[in-house]
Nanobody, 120 residues
Framework: QVQLVESGGGLVQPGGSLRLSCAAS????????MAWYRRAPGKQGELVASIISGSTVYADFVKGRFTISRDNAKNTVSLQMNSLKPEDTAVYYC???????????????WGQGTQVTVSS
């Protein structure tokens, strides 16, 4: 069984910073892409940032403000969020494409989500 567990959400004032972390555990053979998505109330989910083999992709609305990074040895991915805006308020979800060791099948796994609220 594979699990993704997120941490680091919370309430922050506009212009502030937060760091989200996500740790993958369980029967993991390998992890390819790791990513962060978000879903704001009344809106569809959207990709925030992804990382694979050191290459990163960012949504236009976070370029220059958010940084995604991963530690392959620890199976973790982080999202450093700076210059936060009220429109960044959403539930943030960690996602990873993981090959598990039981059947060596590759699947998408999701964390439980962590709330980020940007408000004064």
């Amino acid at each position: 069984q594979v699990q993704l567990v997120e941490s680091g959400g919370g309430l922050v004032q506009p212009g502030g910073s937060l760091r989200l972390s996500c740790a993958a555990s369980g029967r993991i053979a390998s992890i390819s892409t790791m990513a962060w998505y978000r879903r704001a109330p009344g809106k569809q989910g959207e990709l925030v940032a992804s990382i694979i083999s050191g290459s990163t992709v960012y949504a236009d609305f976070v370029k220059g403000r958010f940084t995604i990074s991963r530690d392959n040895a620890k199976n973790t991915v982080s999202l450093q969020m700076n210059s936060l805006k009220p429109e960044d308020t959403a539930v943030y979800y960690c996602n990873a494409k993981i090959t598990e060791t039981l059947w060596y099948a590759t699947s998408d796994y999701w964390g439980q989500g962590t709330q980020v609220t940007v408000s004064s």
